[in-house]
C-alpha cells in the first residue's frame, strides 16, 4: 500500500477506506523495496498477449510481489516477470492477484502471486543480491577503496544474513 497520512485517511470516502484495509489482508509480511523488472502477460490466447513492459517493484513478499503498471490486468492472468542483475536475468512466472488504481498516481497496483515455491526462492536470492550489491557500494565508500562483491558477499552473510532469514521463513 502507498504511504498515506492518517489526515489524509479520514478525509477519503468509506469504500476508499474499506479498499485499504482489504489491500492488508496479506497472507506474508511485504517488505518495501525497489528492483527493476520487466513482466508481459502470458496466455494462451495471443490477443491477451503483451509487449514487455519496464517498471520497478514497490513491494517484495515470500508470496509475491506488488509493482506499478501503465494498463490494468485481469485478476487470474498468467505473467512472465524478468529481474535482471548485473549481467543475469532471473525469470520468474506469477499469476495476478489483483490490479487497483492507485489513489495517489495515474498507475495501477498490481500484485502478483508466484506459482511454485522455487520461484519465490529465487526472488529472495535477487532481494539478497541487490541488498549485498547496496552493501558494497556503502562499504567501499566508507573503507576509501573498492571492495570486491566475494568480499561484500561474505561480509553481508556475516553481518545480517540471520536477520534475512527471520524476515520470510
Same mark, same amino acid.
Request: hydrophobic share 40%; with cysteine; charged share 35%.
Given at each position: 500500500?502507498?504511504?498515506?497520512?492518517q489526515k489524509?485517511?479520514l478525509k477519503?470516502?468509506?469504500?476508499?477506506?474499506?479498499?485499504?484495509?482489504i489491500?492488508?489482508?496479506?497472507?506474508f509480511?511485504?517488505?518495501?523495496?525497489?528492483?527493476p523488472?520487466?513482466?508481459?502477460v502470458?496466455?494462451?490466447?495471443?490477443k491477451l498477449n503483451s509487449?514487455?513492459?519496464?517498471?520497478?517493484?514497490?513491494?517484495?513478499?515470500?508470496?509475491?510481489?506488488? =509493482?506499478?503498471?501503465?494498463?490494468?490486468?485481469?485478476?487470474?492472468?498468467?505473467?512472465?516477470?524478468?529481474?535482471p542483475?548485473?549481467?543475469k536475468v532471473?525469470?520468474?512466472k506469477?499469476?495476478?492477484?489483483?490490479?487497483e488504481?492507485?489513489?495517489?498516481s495515474?498507475l495501477?497496483?498490481l500484485?502478483?502471486? =508466484?506459482?511454485?515455491v522455487?520461484?519465490?526462492?529465487?526472488?529472495k536470492?535477487?532481494?539478497?543480491?541487490?541488498?549485498?550489491s547496496? =552493501?558494497?557500494?556503502l562499504?567501499?565508500?566508507q573503507?576509501g577503496?573498492?571492495?570486491?562483491?566475494?568480499?561484500?558477499?561474505?561480509?553481508?552473510?556475516?553481518?545480517?544474513?540471520?536477520? =534475512?532469514?527471520k524476515?520470510?521463513?
Amino acid at each position: 500500500m502507498t504511504h498515506l497520512t492518517q489526515k489524509r485517511i479520514l478525509k477519503m470516502k468509506r469504500k476508499d477506506k474499506v479498499k485499504i484495509l482489504i489491500k492488508e489482508r496479506r497472507r506474508f509480511i511485504r517488505h518495501p523495496v525497489c528492483f527493476p523488472l520487466t513482466y508481459k502477460v502470458i496466455a494462451k490466447n495471443t490477443k491477451l498477449n503483451s509487449l514487455e513492459e519496464k517498471t520497478a517493484t514497490l513491494n517484495i513478499g515470500i508470496g509475491g510481489l506488488l =509493482f506499478p503498471v501503465k494498463k490494468p490486468v485481469k485478476s487470474g492472468v498468467k505473467i512472465l516477470i524478468k529481474m535482471p542483475f548485473q549481467d543475469k536475468v532471473f525469470n520468474v512466472k506469477a499469476r495476478v492477484a489483483h490490479c487497483e488504481k492507485s489513489l495517489e498516481s495515474k498507475l495501477y497496483d498490481l500484485g502478483v502471486n =508466484f506459482y511454485r515455491v522455487k520461484d519465490a526462492f529465487k526472488i529472495k536470492l535477487i532481494e539478497q543480491l541487490y541488498l549485498i550489491s547496496e =552493501f558494497r557500494d556503502l562499504w567501499s565508500m566508507q573503507l576509501g577503496k573498492e571492495v570486491s562483491l566475494e568480499d561484500a558477499s561474505r561480509e553481508w552473510i556475516k553481518r545480517y544474513s540471520e536477520r =534475512f532469514s527471520k524476515m520470510y521463513w
